[in-house]
Nanobody, 122 residues
Framework: QVQLVESGGGLVQVGGSLRVSCAASGLTFSGHIMGWFRQAPGKEREFVAVISRTGSSTTYADSVKGRFTISRDYAKNTVYLQMNSLKSEDTAVYYC???????????????WGQGTQVTVSP
């Protein structure tokens, strides 16, 4: 069975940094596009970042561009999201996703993790 397990969330101050990780199992890691979505309180789930199968291409939401970096480690079957210069608006549950399309559309990702809470305090 496919499992995506996020970790690394926590409480961070504005301007701080945090790296969340997602350990994938039960799927061919190199054969899947990996990404991150987030859901803030009272808001819809939104696209954050995506990385191609080979890791050669990345795309970010405008709101995080220049601050966040997505990467993947094939030896560890793990995808990361490095978050720098954090803002209060970044407070959300962050979800790891896996799919077969390089897209920002949430319904094209077949697998979702349980989420990890990131709270950015003012």
């Amino acid at each position: 069975q496919v499992q995506l397990v996020e970790s690394g969330g926590g409480l961070v101050q504005v301007g701080g940094s945090l790296r969340v990780s997602c350990a994938a199992s039960g799927l061919t890691f190199s054969g899947h596009i990996m990404g991150w979505f987030r859901q803030a309180p009272g808001k819809e789930r939104e696209f954050v970042a995506v990385i191609s199968r080979t890791g050669s291409s990345t795309t970010y939401a405008d709101s995080v561009k220049g601050r966040f970096t997505i990467s993947r480690d094939y030896a560890k079957n793990t995808v990361y999201l490095q978050m720098n210069s954090l803002k209060s608006e970044d407070t959300a549950v962050y979800y790891c996703v896996a799919g077969l399309s390089y897209t920002y559309s949430p319904d094209r990702y077949g697998y979702w993790g349980q989420g990890t809470q990131v709270t950015v305090s003012p």
